[in-house]
């Protein structure tokens, strides 16, 4: 699987827009690119996935770059139940079990 | 609601002995995971398994089994702990191309 880059860390003012960047240089054609996000010592938890078309929940929206090789995720309106440490990771698909979480990015949003 | 679940949440043991983490899932999910994650930093695979009577070693599957007899549960075995495997482990399941759902986590700690 493609590794990925993220920043160590970033502040986020409440109620504005959070935007994520993710490197995955690498990244082979039939590989997504997953979102996850860790609050406070607990389980994962599933945010969103893309291959190549931009994609929006009601979490999150996910922007890949034309060539793929990075994605933004972005949290519209960023609340303090926000504040995780976010994983991007890249893979074939959830049946892949051989995928890495780097350290991810630290989001603490701030009144 | 089905969910995934892990016992102990806690569990303190001496270097040297066996220990036995519980994962069970009620999604009849096929794909099971186990990962560790040390302070501060991501998730790393340790084992996974695709099916009953099915297990693939991961990154850091030095010191660990597993084992699959039903679809429900993957208990995952440190055969002589270590201090070195002291770590939060998590368990996760998926199906096919859905993401993955994490378990609350087990905190271990070899003395």
């Known amino acids: 699987d493609a590794k990925t880059t993220q920043p160590p860390s970033m502040d986020c003012a409440e109620g504005r827009a959070a935007n994520l960047p993710c490197n995955h240089s690498t990244i082979s054609g039939n590989e997504y690119v997953y979102w996850y996000r860790q609050i406070h010592s607990q389980g994962p938890q599933y945010i969103i996935h893309g291959l190549k078309n931009n994609e929006t929940n009601e979490m999150a929206s996910l922007i890949i770059t034309e060539d793929r090789k990075s994605s933004t995720l972005i949290l519209p309106h960023a609340t303090l139940r926000d504040t995780a440490v976010y994983y991007c990771i890249v893979r074939v698909n959830a049946n892949a079990g051989k995928s890495t979480f780097g350290d991810g990015t630290t989001l603490t949003v701030k009144p | 609601d089905a969910e995934i679940t892990q016992s102990p949440r806690h569990k303190i043991t001496e270097t040297g002995r066996q220990v036995t983490l519980a994962c069970h899932q009620t999604?009849?999910?096929?794909?099971m995971f186990w990962y560790r994650q040390d302070l501060g930093h991501g998730l790393r695979l340790i084992h996974y398994s695709y099916g009953v009577q099915d297990t693939n070693k991961g990154e850091v599957s030095d010191g660990y089994s597993v084992s699959r007899s039903n679809t429900e549960d993957l208990p995952l075995t440190l055969e002589s702990a270590a201090s070195s495997q002291t770590s939060v482990y998590f368990c996760?399941?998926?199906?096919?191309?859905?993401?993955?759902?994490f378990g609350p986590g087990t905190r271990l700690l070899v003395l």
């Open positions: 996760a399941s998926s199906d096919t191309q859905e993401t993955q759902y």
């Open positions: 999604w009849n999910h096929n794909n």
